[in-house]
């Protein structure tokens, strides 16, 4: 298992989870819960939390359809994921979200929380199961989770 803090990124229309790992990469937590910006404020954000925590990669949640195919969300995550590289300066790896705010409103539910008081934090919980899945995988198989974006796709004009 590689070392070193990632965040976990869940990417949506309008809010953006933000959850962390620990330095040795075991346990991811939430962070907090970034408004959708067309100013870059929120890439902005992001890239103030990186810088914060000192995190060595990031995960941003790749939503596929439940057959794999890509979406237009798949499109909107993997351009954000690419922004992030960018203006972060660090890897990016998209991994496969399917299902996380299914699992992650679950969650939330079996610990007493209703829709209605949970949705400023459904999006930390999609971005907390995000990243421990990534961390999980990679401590399974002893190879980082998921494709590296793009930091170039994310420069072309």
Do not use: K, W
């Not at 060595?56 to 499109?75: C, F, K």
């Amino acid at each position: 298992m590689r070392a070193g803090v990632r965040v976990g990124v869940d990417v949506g229309r309008a809010r953006i989870g933000v959850s962390r790992s620990d330095p040795d990469g075991m346990l991811a937590l939430p962070v907090e819960t970034v408004q959708r910006s067309d100013d870059d404020s929120d890439i902005a954000r992001i890239r103030e939390l990186v810088t914060e925590f000192g995190a060595v990669e990031a995960i941003v949640g790749l939503p596929l359809s439940l057959s794999g195919a890509y979406t237009a969300s798949t499109d909107d995550a993997t351009a954000f994921a690419d922004r992030i590289a960018v203006a972060c300066g660090i890897p990016v790896r998209l991994v496969d979200e399917r299902l996380s705010t299914v699992s992650a409103q679950s969650g939330l539910r079996a610990a007493g929380r209703t829709t209605r008081n949970s949705r400023s934090v459904v999006d930390q919980a999609a971005a907390t199961v995000i990243l421990q899945h990534a961390l999980d995988v990679e401590r399974s198989s002893g190879r980082p989770p998921g494709t590296l974006a793009d930091p170039n796709r994310g420069s072309q004009s």
